[in-house]
């Protein structure tokens, strides 16, 4: 399991875990009284009394007195009973979705268990992030060697189906609970893909998902040129990046490259360690902006200090760098370590956090943005890197990487 009081950064499990509680304990107490006047008032004073000024909660009691009272369903296919816990998880989805955040949703006990599981690494499925992005579900990153990326799903994806259902009024939760499930069955995907004229149907079976964390390796003429790929910034990911460090020291290498192409984020924590090896002591990796409800935080470098000059680096990113990705380029650019190579980055710059409302229900709330240490928005467009190099259809599929060569060449001019 996952440090739970850890603030993280990315879509699936981009959260802090809190206890908490809500409204709806109270709501709950006052089910058996009658819907009177009276009860409102409680509500009411209970609001003033909170500082959330004089709510009148009158036209809700009265909505649900009269579904108790009057509701007939219009099919006669079905007589299930809506129990008081489903008006009330209803209720709050209709004030979540009030304020028309994609990332901020009330979890029901159902979805809530299961995205527990999926920030666990616990679950089963395709192996692809998806974030909401001008109001369609699009694919983050499908991750590395999953049957997402074997069966041709890719970062910058929309998906506007899946099992043949529109995710036009899907949010993200909604869409995560579709595509996962049981190792063997298979999902079905309508794709739109922006250099394809038609929608494709890509059908995925579904997988154990083991998600991968790093690798290393040399390239370039003579093998001079390190390399460091990180898929995600997993609670792992930190030794491991030092694990990789040590080796690339221990080559005699001084051009460094690290590859978050296709990575989604994870823990802040890691990418703070991370840019702790590059930036001194004290130096900002981070700005979290609460936009004025509370004093902005910034999250600074440890001073490891072991890489802060005498090497060349440079950054591969692309349309699937996310979160904590964009955190740590935006930080070694801002701080003149490193250049970014590559395509304009997602732009995932949003903090959540996961709070409790029940044992079994949670809400999921945009708390925060990020922004880089000169200021910048991460949510805004994301990073736009310093060499913009396309990677097309033909060159994946012909093995050629230009973005890597104009790195490789970059470092060498530097």
């Known amino acids: 399991m996952y440090d739970m009081s850890k603030r993280i950064t990315t879509i699936a499990f981009i959260l802090i875990l809190i206890g908490g509680a809500y409204v709806v304990g109270y709501v709950r107490g006052t089910e058996n009284f009658s819907i009177q006047a009276a009860s409102a008032n409680l509500i009411n004073r209970e609001s003033t009394e909170n500082g959330l000024g004089e709510i009148d909660f009158a036209p809700f009691w009265k909505t649900w007195a009269v579904l108790n009272e009057k509701f007939v369903p219009s099919s006669t296919s079905t007589d299930e009973l809506v129990t008081d816990d489903k008006k009330i998880w209803g209720a709050i989805e209709g004030l979540t979705n009030s304020f028309g955040d994609p990332y901020t949703t009330f979890l029901p006990p159902q979805e809530s268990k299961a995205f527990e599981e999926n920030i666990s690494g616990n679950f089963e499925g ?8 001008d109001g369609v579900i699009t694919v983050i990153s499908p991750l590395k060697g999953m049957p997402a990326e074997v069966a041709g799903i890719k970062a910058g994806d929309k998906i506007v189906g899946i099992d043949g259902e ?84 221990e080559s005699g ?57 005498g090497y060349d680096i440079a950054v591969l990113v692309n349309g699937g760098s996310a979160s904590a990705s964009e955190i740590l380029a935006g930080a070694l650019r801002d701080h003149g370590k490193a250049i970014l190579v590559g395509e304009q980055t997602f732009g995932k710059g949003s903090v959540q956090e996961l709070i409790h409302i029940t044992p079994e229900t949670s809400l999921k709330v945009t708390v925060a943005r990020w922004l880089t240490p000169n200021g910048v928005s991460i949510s805004a467009e994301g990073l736009a890197p310093d060499y913009e190099i396309p990677l097309t259809q033909e060159d994946f599929d012909a093995g050629r990487d230009p973005q890597l060569d104009k790195a490789i060449e970059v470092l060498f001019e530097m």
């Open 166 to 249: 529109s995710t036009g009024q899907m949010n993200i939760d909604d869409a995560i609970a579709k595509i996962r499930g049981p190792k063997g069955t298979s999902v079905s995907f309508t794709i739109i893909r922006d250099d394809v004229g038609e929608p494709l149907e890509i059908s995925v079976k579904r997988d154990t998902i083991d998600i991968p964390t790093i690798n290393t390796r040399l390239v370039g003429e003579n093998e001079n040129v390190f390399v460091i790929e990180l898929y995600n910034f997993s609670g792992a990911s930190a030794n491991l990046f030092k694990d990789a460090l040590r080796e690339f020291a």
């Open 253 to 309: 290498r001084t051009k460094l490259i690290i590859d978050l192409r296709g990575n989604p984020g994870g823990f802040l924590e890691a990418a703070t360690d991370i840019a702790s090896w590059f930036l001194p002591q004290g130096k900002t990796v981070v700005i979290e902006d609460f936009a004025g409800k509370e004093e902005n935080k910034a999250y600074r470098s440890k001073g490891y200090g072991v890489f802060e000059s």
């Open 126 to 133: 395709v192996g692809i992030e998806v974030s909401m992005r």
